[in-house]
């Protein structure tokens, strides 16, 4: 026999508006009922405390309990989220139940995790949670941003077609990642391939080179002894060189999550390189004015909505930006004055948000910017290839075919002495 679950909620749903509270876990028990029955469950709660006092209350003595590691712990792509959104908006639409639809997409997953999830936000939703704190109580999942226009939709009573608005928004949200990242895996692809012909190089072919010039017994060219002692360092080194590459990588990834000032740093350096750093500035852009228009599109009052734009820009430069819009747009500064005052967004830009708030159309103007900016990403990103390759040519040259050179020039020195 399986009970069903207990799920201690001080205060009901209403004081965990925003799910701000410990961490809750989900816990399976099982125990003996009042009449000695053998029972199981599940219950979600702070800690195993209070799993123990709820199910006292209930009559239920407890033989075994045990934290389970949810969902929240398996990784969930945000394709899949996308595709959730997508799914639970046309069931809506259909006029399925929510409850209902839960259960239908959890069926048709083939991801277990996020069956797993879903039947958890199901249960939520079922003992009287909202649909927006179910889904806080999974970050990693659902950002401040979908949860944020989840609640605008529920209070409004527009769940419906902003969950339309919404798979949407990460539609082109991930499609403008795509682009990107399709233009930076050919320079990083080219990078790989040369640091590993250069290290077969290195290792193998300039000691054999070495062994067949001992026997010229003349002096060799500068830039073939520089090579062979690059070589010598290489072969005799190169664990604690691995070592330091490998480490220093780790190092600087961890500090790049942990390290505010670091990342940002580095993301006002990207944004000075030439020619990725404006590629990269028309997609934040894009993405920012994106997220705006659909913040304010749903309802979300300006000011909130302005404080999930900046983390949902995806740079420290424009996240900074926008704390100062918000502070701005607090005190009754106007919107397109505040943005002009940080200095970060294109003259195009400032005029569409200009005319929205002059006309009442905010949301189409900053959605007909996203628009533009995400073309231009995309235009960028199909001429990004063909302005790279003489960089690219022009580097594998000095450095692969420098090498070879290098090494070939004791044995052209002797065939001209011959």
């Excluded at 505010?260 to 028309?282: N, T």
């Amino acid at each position: 026999m399986k009970a069903a679950s207990a799920r201690p909620r001080p205060g009901g749903a209403s004081a965990s508006h925003t799910a701000r509270g410990p961490a809750e876990a989900l816990f399976e028990w099982e125990g003996r009922d009042k009449s000695g029955k053998v029972v199981r469950g599940e219950t979600r709660a702070a800690g195993e405390a209070m799993v123990q006092a709820a199910l006292r209350r209930q009559g239920v003595r407890v033989t075994r309990l045990r934290k389970r590691r949810t969902a929240g712990g398996t990784r969930i792509a945000q394709k899949d989220i996308a595709v959730f959104t997508r799914q639970l908006a046309a069931m809506m639409s259909a006029g399925v139940p929510l409850l209902q639809a839960f259960d239908i997409v959890a069926r048709g997953t083939r991801h277990a995790g996020m069956a797993r999830m879903l039947g958890e936000i199901r249960a939520d939703v079922e003992v009287g949670s909202s649909l927006s704190v179910a889904f806080r109580r999974h970050p990693r999942q659902f950002d401040e941003l979908y949860c944020n226009l989840i609640e605008a939709g529920e209070a409004g009573g527009i769940l419906e077609p902003l969950l339309d608005r919404l798979a949407l928004y990460q539609q082109k949200t991930m499609a403008l990642r795509a682009k990107i990242r399709s233009a930076l895996m050919y320079p990083t692809a080219v990078m790989v391939v040369a640091f590993a012909v250069m290290a077969v190089i290195m290792v193998f072919v300039i000691p054999s080179f070495k062994d067949v010039f001992k026997s010229f017994g003349a002096e060799l060219p500068a830039p073939t002894r520089v090579v062979i002692a690059m070589s010598d360092a290489v072969v005799e080194w190169w664990v604690p060189l691995l070592v330091v590459l490998v480490g220093g990588a780790v190092a600087l990834v961890q500090g790049w999550r942990g390290s505010p000032g670091l990342r940002a740093a580095g993301d006002a350096a990207l944004l000075r390189v030439p020619v990725f750093g404006e590629l990269v500035r028309k997609a934040v852009v894009a993405r920012w004015t994106r997220t705006l228009a659909t913040m304010t599109g749903a309802g979300v009052p300006l000011v909130e909505a302005l404080h999930s734009v900046g983390g949902a820009a995806g740079n420290a430069v424009y996240g900074r930006a926008t704390e100062a819009i918000q502070r701005e747009v607090s005190t009754g500064t106007s919107l397109t004055s505040a943005m002009r005052g940080t200095g970060v967004f294109p003259p195009m830009v400032l005029q569409m948000s200009g005319i929205g708030e002059e006309s009442g159309s905010l949301e189409h103007m900053l959605a007909k910017a996203a628009e533009i900016y995400e073309d231009e990403v995309d235009e960028m990103v199909k001429g990004l290839s063909s302005l790279m390759e003489p960089f690219i040519i022009v580097f594998l040259g000095t450095l692969i075919g420098g090498t070879v050179v290098s090494m070939y020039l004791p044995i052209f020195e002797m065939g001209s002495v011959v």
